[in-house]
């Protein structure tokens, strides 16, 4: 079945969790883009894709975050965008294969620059960055394609305008709320879901940002504002905190596993982890959910 026919069973649906904090503790070095480990090191993103499949997620994420052209422009391959893309849905379909089920969604994150009148980007190079992205994506055979960690609907709009005139597979806009219920450029979840239910998003909802607390008030909005609409909530396991060099997460698997059930209950339909969020807290979402 497709996303869209799995989502009509009724099912909740598991997605992965972290790539770049898990990247990291598997031996990706500072200052290195996730991208290029799909050439370098493709072993090392498998071995991670394999260990969310195994731990339950039904959803697989292309470690393809930076993957646009602007975003790569430090990248050895920026002249490689579209190869990255592709090989990273290689790599994740690899990894689908193992279980029956698996889907794979194209990761499209911001292009790290703002917007005007904000920034130096035109909306028209952004766009036309995503729509690059977004069909190298789809060509490669992705199931749907993940608008994920974005925060202005400047931005997240030349995402979506980009992904559509590339493909017509199922988009999912999530957005990061790093300032408790609004984004940093100011977006309330009742707007966002309120603008992209118009537009045709297959799901709406929220990843990274701030505390599980936080993200429980954010999916309270989303529902208030939007009752049935489908939500797709991946947080952070907790707040990041530093002990020495070492970024620690202190949200136990259980612990979140716990919060992803009043997300189902809210109505998320995709529930898994951002940030600090590993196999083990992907297993234990998966037990409780299902």
């Not at 072993?43 to 969310?52: M, Y």
């Not at 490689?80 to 592709?86: D, F, G, I, L, T």
């Not at 055979?141 to 590339?166: C, K, M, N, P, Q």
């Not at 982890?273 to 992907?282: D, K, L, M, V, W």
Request: aromatic fraction near 6%; charge should be negative.
């Amino acid at each position: 079945m497709n996303f869209l026919e799995q989502l009509d069973t009724g099912r909740v649906l598991v997605a992965d969790g972290a790539t770049g904090t898990n990247l990291q503790k598997m031996g990706l070095a500072p200052g290195i883009p996730p991208e290029d480990l799909v050439f370098d090191q493709p072993d090392l993103i498998l071995k991670l894709e394999n260990a969310f499949v195994e731990a339950g997620s039904d959803i697989l994420l292309t470690c393809t975050f930076g993957g646009t052209r602007l975003r790569m422009k430090e990248s050895k391959y920026r002249e490689r965008v579209v190869e990255v893309n592709q090989r990273a849905v290689e790599l994740a379909r690899q990894a689908a294969g193992a279980r029956t089920g698996v889907l794979v969604a194209g990761s499209i994150g911001p292009t790290g620059q703002l917007l005007k009148p904000y920034g130096p980007l035109e909306p028209g190079q952004a766009e036309a960055a995503f729509a690059e992205q977004a069909q190298a994506l789809s060509e490669g055979g992705v199931d749907l394609l993940v608008i994920e960690t974005h925060f202005a609907f400047e931005e997240a709009d030349a995402a979506w305008r980009g992904a559509r005139s590339a493909t017509d597979l199922p988009i999912v806009v999530s957005f990061s709320y790093d300032r408790g219920l609004r984004t940093m450029m100011g977006v309330r979840p009742a707007d966002m879901l309120v603008h992209y239910r118009e537009l045709g998003a297959a799901l709406v909802g929220a990843n990274c940002g701030t505390s599980l607390e936080n993200m429980e008030k954010i999916a309270e909005e989303y529902a208030a504002a939007g009752p049935g609409f489908p939500l797709w909530i991946k947080p952070n396991a907790g707040m990041p905190r530093l002990e020495g060099e070492r970024t620690v997460f202190d949200i136990t698997p259980e612990a979140m596993a716990g919060f992803a059930s009043r997300f189902v209950a809210l109505g998320a339909r995709v529930v898994g982890g951002c940030c600090g969020s590993t196999p083990e807290h992907i297993a234990a979402i998966a037990r409780t959910v299902r």
